[in-house]
Every structure is written in C-alpha cells, then in structure tokens.
C-alpha cells in the first residue's frame, strides 16, 4: 500500500500560482453593427474607448448625414479584458468601422489568435469587408450575427450562403449586450483558431490519406 505513488505527499502546501495565458481577439464588423458594445459587456477592466469629437478638418470626410446627433466617433479601437477562464486571458480589440482608418487593422492585426466578425442581418454587407480582410491573411475568425430585435432571424445556413462562408467557419447567433452571449462567442472562436493553429497528428494524417 506504501509503494504508489502519492500526489498529495509530493505536491506542495501550495499550489503554485497559474500564470495565465494571453491571448488578443479582434472584433470587426460595420459601423454601428455592436463592436463597442460586445466588448464593454464582457470587459473586467473599464473599456478604453477612443472617442473623438468629430472635428471642423474631419466634417467633408466623415458622413454624418441622418446622424447628425453623433458628435464623437471610434477613432482607434475598443479594448478591454476577460477571463475566458483561470488559465486563460482574452485582450480584445474592437477594429475602427470608418474605411479611412483601415491601414490600422495591419497593426492591429500584428499578433492576433482570432477574429470575431459581428453581422447584422439587415445589412450583411457591412460585413464583407472584414469577412475578406481575414480571409486573405488567414487570420481565424467566427462570425457572430448581432440578434437585434426587429431584424428577420435568418436560418444559419442562409447567412452562411449569403456570406459566402468556408464550412469550416463557426457561424452563431449572439446578443453583443449580454455577457454569458458574447463569452460563448469568444469561446468559439479560441477553440477555432486552437484547432486550426494544431497541427494534425500522424493519425488524422493517415486517415486523410485513405
Ligand atoms: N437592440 C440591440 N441594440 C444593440 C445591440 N448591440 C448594440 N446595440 C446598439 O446599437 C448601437 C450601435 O452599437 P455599437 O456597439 O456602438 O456599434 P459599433 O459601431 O459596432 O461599435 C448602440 O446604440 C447599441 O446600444 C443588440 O444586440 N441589440
Ligand atoms: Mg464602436
């Protein structure tokens, strides 16, 4: 009976701390589609929001028409922080929605695991260009459609065809508002870019073979 080994005997008093992994997740999407919202319904620290005024230089280049309340405007990128679990640290970064800040996704792309790209049935298109985006540098990504109430809800396989989607594309339904919606959301898309950046075992190699 004395010859098994015995963790509790060999483990520590303690156990030693977990030192988490981090890891960086875009959020992308059409303006207004939910990006700083998802991110400040999960965020454990207080989102950093680079609002700026809309200013006299940007008037000719930003289009306000019909929104002519909106004063301030994403500049840069939402960012906030959550603990997917103990072990595990997401850093997000929302993406800027106006087209004339797209020479930052490069740089905020630099090291990203993932990609959530948010889509609002009522105006897929808004989507394309974030779809295209981590399509061509293969950068993983879901895509989380943004359940707003009033807009139709579209079977899975409709928006997938619609969005022109590669199979092996997660694909789900959230609400940007609710945490639980948005963890689930994360969850899916770590565990895609997980999968893929795996490199296949001589078993699944073999069994691709025959
Ligand atoms: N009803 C509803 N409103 C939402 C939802 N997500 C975002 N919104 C609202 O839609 C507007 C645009 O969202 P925002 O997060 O600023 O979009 P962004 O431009 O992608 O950052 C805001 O007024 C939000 O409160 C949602 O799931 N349901
Ligand atoms: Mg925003």
Redesign the pocket.
Known sequence: MAFGRSKTATAGPRRPPVEPVTLKILVA????????????AVSEIRPLRTEETLSEAGRPVDDITGVEAKTTT?VAM?FGRITLREDLVLYLF?TP?QDRFWFLWDELAQGALGAVV?ADTRRLEDSFAAIDYFERRGIPFAVAV????GSARYPAGTVRTALDLDPEVPLLL?????RDSVKEVLATVVEHALTLATPPTTADRASAAT
């Open positions: 999407g059409g303006f207004g589609v939910g990006k700083t919202t998802l991110v400040g994403t939402d929302g929605g948010l943004n359940c707003f109430e959230c609400d940007a508002r609710l």
